[in-house]
């Protein structure tokens, strides 16, 4: 018989999406005639940028002809894509080299196995509220979880705490579900401490193209010393619209390394390299095609056209709750939009009023930890008309 890994009995149900669903079902169910709009996904709804579709079928039909028929590619990536997003990079004046890009099906893979390099016995510090993937991959390879508040006093960017100590870190800006992003300032004051403990940063930076300041850091190594303490997960899912079509890319500096318990210094590229190699067998030629159109001019021009509609969208919500001086964070540099539920309502109470009186569905903050329980997510991810209407339906509530 098998031991199993019960670190998964620990891991909590999902509860949060399948409950609001039991919920928005049961209500449709009873009130047939109403029409339910939906701002709570956390997916995109516009289609591929014309520019991509061409490429993925330059791919497709290289596919079908011996004399460029694609194997097996590169655990780590084509070359082609690798240096295209160094270029990208480059255009908003990060210094990143390709052999230190690695591509991917996407960022939830990558930083659920970045746990992989890290031993249990870690201190890890997790936000609250959080994106679940890095509570629960780091529950089901058994490590200890400690949380950082995030709440409205810090306008949910937690800071280090100089007196206490972690080994790893989780951040995310953009922020989801927050919305919030971090400026320069603040994600140095990271980097120093990270340096200063001898810690990694694991920085999400998914949402990094809805970014419009150009003052505030797409890349955690927009910070000088970066590339001694941090790792960067990123996607094309919400640049470009890939939440179906799949590809990600995670950059892992070749000067982050730390001495194991013999002294051996160990690199984390060439761990990361070692666990791609073995376990993975790169991204799809045809999807690295497409990928690549992304990052063309015309393939950039065209994914901003896209994001501007989703920004659009946010606007037209943040406007709203200003309007009737409810509080929120995100909406401007993030398709997030996050505010507290009025008259300090629990989430879940806000969620029933909300799908009962005005038929919007979002998403209760409580479902992303403690520090959400009075707070409430809504997307820019749904189309225009919707989204106004929403609106014009909250209107009435608040
Ligand atoms: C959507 C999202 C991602 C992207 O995940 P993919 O697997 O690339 O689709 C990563 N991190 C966060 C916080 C996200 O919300």
Redo the contacts with the bound molecule.
């Keep these: 018989m098998p031991k199993l890994n019960e670190n998964y009995l620990n891991v909590k149900d999902s509860y949060l999406f399948a409950e609001i669903a039991r919920r928005v079902n049961e209500y449709a169910a009873a009130h047939p005639e109403q029409k339910i709009i939906r701002l709570g996904i956390?997916d995109v709804t516009r289609p591929l940028a014309p520019n991509v579709i061409a490429s993925l079928h330059e791919g497709v039909d290289a596919m079908g002809s011996s004399e460029t028929f694609m194997g097996y590619g590169p655990e780590q990536g084509y070359a082609f894509l690798r240096d295209a997003i160094s270029a990208y990079y480059k255009s908003y004046g990060v210094d990143v080299d390709p052999s230190e890009i690695f591509i991917s099906?996407?960022?939830?893979?990558?930083?659920g196995n970045i746990t992989e390099m890290f031993d249990a016995d870690n201190t890890i510090l997790v936000p609250d509220p959080v994106?679940p993937?890095y509570v629960d991959t780091n529950i089901m390879s058994g490590k200890n979880i400690t949380y950082m508040s995030g709440n409205a006093d810090n306008a949910f960017l937690p800071m280090p705490d100089p007196n206490v100590h972690a080994d790893v870190i989780y951040l995310?800006s953009p922020?989801?579900p927050t919305g919030a992003v971090y400026n320069k300032a603040q994600l140095k004051e990271w980097v120093d401490y990270a340096l200063r403990e001898h810690a990694v940063l694991l920085f999400?930076a998914?949402?990094e193209a809805f970014i419009t300041d150009p003052e505030l850091p797409r890349s955690i190594f927009a910070i000088e010393g970066a590339k001694e303490c941090a790792i960067e997960?990123c996607?094309?899912?919400?640049t470009a619209g890939?939440?179906g079509t799949?590809?990600?890319y995670t950059v892992v500096p070749k000067a982050l390394t730390f001495p194991a318990a013999n002294g051996t210094e160990m690199s984390l590229h060439a761990m990361w390299n070692r666990r791609q190699s073995t376990k993975f067998n790169g991204t799809s030629y045809i999807i690295q095609k497409g990928a690549a159109a992304v990052f063309t001019p015309e393939g950039l021009a065209q994914c901003k056209e896209n994001i501007a509609y989703y920004q659009e969208n946010a606007r037209i919500i943040a406007q709203t709750l200003q309007k009737h001086g409810v509080r929120f964070f995100g909406g401007v540099h993030s398709p997030y939009i996050w505010f507290e539920c009025p008259q300090q309502m629990d989430s879940w109470d806000f969620f029933d009023k909300m799908l009962h009186e005005i038929q919007v569905v979002g998403t209760p903050g409580a479902g992303f930890g403690e520090n959400g329980k009075y707070f409430f997510r809504l997307t820019a991810f749904g189309d225009r008309e919707n989204t106004i209407e929403a609106m014009a339906r909250m209107e009435t509530i608040l």
């Design positions: 956390g099906d996407g960022a939830k893979s990558d930083t994106y993937v995310c922020n989801n999400d998914a949402y997960f996607s094309l899912s919400k890939f939440t799949r590809c990600g």
